[in-house]
Structures are given as C-alpha cells and as structure tokens.
C-alpha cells in the first residue's frame, strides 16, 4: 500500500491550498487517514485526522481555517486550507492506520509529503 500525495505549493497569505492523499493497491478499506506536517527545525505534528465513521479531529492552531474530509469509496482524504498563515509552512505527510488489503493488515503508512509554502 502506498500513499501518493498532491497539492501542495506556494501560495500567498490568506490564500487557500487543497490536498488530496490516495491510497493506492488492493485497499479494502482504511479505519482513519490524516494529515501531519512538519516545519524545519521543528518535531512533526498532527494536523487534522478523520476516522472511516467522519469523526474529525484538529489541532488548535488550524480549527475553522482548514477541513479534512474523506472519500471511503476512493480511499482518498483531502484537505482543505483557507486563510493560510507564513506559519502554515512546512512539508504535509498523510498517514493512514489499520489499512486492509487483500493479503494483510498495515498499520501507521506515511505518503513522502508535499511542500507547502505560504509566503508574500
């Protein structure tokens, strides 16, 4: 299994980015997908998570600027970034957990991340 990521770029502040990460292989079905990110310098950290039942969870710093959601049927989750801030800058990693295939169960899958730039 593997997770291919897109979207990422330079945007300017206050601009909006959208994400998509897509599992790719023999996927039956995923139990969460989120988003984490991680700035030079800095320890990589969640940034919002969905779990197959919708449930989502944020971290403070992104709450009512940014909406992950997911697509069971294409084992797809995006996320959508509005308002974004200089801060907002760093590499966007997906993660998927409990991901049955139709050989196995994998756990905690990293995609290679996209760049996101938010500068003027």
């Known amino acids: 299994v593997q997770l291919v990521e897109s979207g990422g770029g330079l945007v300017q502040p206050g601009g909006s980015l959208r994400l998509s990460c897509a599992a790719s292989?023999?996927?039956?079905?995923?139990?969460?997908m989120g988003w984490y990110r991680q700035a030079p310098g800095k320890a990589r950290e969640l940034v919002a998570a969905i779990t197959r039942e919708g449930s989502t969870n944020y971290a403070d710093s992104v709450k009512g600027r940014f909406t992950i959601s997911g697509d069971n049927a294409k084992n797809t989750v995006y996320l959508e970034m509005n308002s974004l801030k200089p801060e907002d800058t760093a590499v966007y990693y997906c993660n998927a957990d409990r991901v049955v295939t139709a050989g196995s169960i994998e756990y905690n899958i990293w995609g290679r991340g996209t760049q996101v730039t938010v500068s003027s």
């Open positions: 292989g023999s996927v039956f079905g995923i139990n969460a």
